[in-house]
């Protein structure tokens, strides 16, 4: 069981850290024990991403594998730039085919480490990733184009879901989130003012620069 981990956000639609550049589209690095370095999603601009990486003191040559929800480009548009600096990255993990090297294709819910997995690509639009934790699956979502309660559940054959970090366009149904511990609304999200009303003591706000440690 992995007993600790780190999120940072490096791309969103707004900065945490004022020295940072804010851009429409979405990207964090997961750290965890005993597991590779995981870029989630790329934004949508390779130069604010490496930048942003840099201000960050994240050396991109040190990220093992990327991990794409869906193939949007404010998702996958950064990272023909993150390739060209880190052209030995290990694998590519992608809901559908892009057409890239190393690329992994997920289709249904799997393990792709031993407390990593994949929700699979859900009504054929887009996969999230979880990681396990001793508090529970931490669930890192892209942009939620499928509806959040399939992709809960999909998480939950894993275990116990305890944070959802990400993208969550228009997700209205808020009760869904009654029993998580942690929710980090970014990007595209619609509704963040109602789930910090309701959820005060569970919102972390997002941003690039913000680091969530569970």
């Known amino acids: ?34 597991t590779p370095r995981i870029l989630f999603d790329t934004g949508s601009n390779g130069k ?5 990486l840099e201000k960050l003191e994240i050396d991109p040559n040190l990220i093992d594998e990327v991990f794409i929800s869906h193939p949007h480009f404010d998702h996958v548009g950064g990272l023909s730039d993150f390739l060209k600096v880190n052209p030995k990255i290990s694998k590519i993990y992608v809901p ?8 992994v294709i997920l289709k249904e819910p799997q393990k792709i480490h031993e407390n990593v997995f994949s929700t699979g690509e859900l009504e054929g639009i887009e996969q999230s990733m979880g990681i396990k934790t001793d508090k529970g ?14 992709i809960l559940d999909a998480a939950k054959q894993f ?21 998580l511990k ?20 569970k919102y972390v706000e997002g941003g690039a620069g913000r680091i969530i440690e569970i």
């Open 1 to 34: 069981m992995v007993i600790k981990m780190k999120v940072t956000i490096i791309y969103d639609n707004t900065a945490f850290r004022k020295d940072l550049q804010s851009n429409w589209g979405f990207s964090a690095l997961v750290e965890a024990r005993d």
């Open 48 to 52: 604010i991403l490496l930048s942003n």
């Open 96 to 103: 559908s085919s892009l057409g890239l090297k190393n690329e």
């Open 137 to 150: 699956i931490v669930l890192m979502v892209g942009c939620s184009h499928p509806y959040m309660g399939n």
């Open 159 to 179: 275990g116990e879901i305890y944070a959802v970090i990400g993208g969550m366009h228009g997700f209205s149904e808020f009760e869904l989130f009654r029993d």
């Open 182 to 201: 942690l929710i980090c609304p970014t990007h595209c999200t619609q509704y963040k003012t109602e789930l910090k009303k309701l959820y005060p003591q």
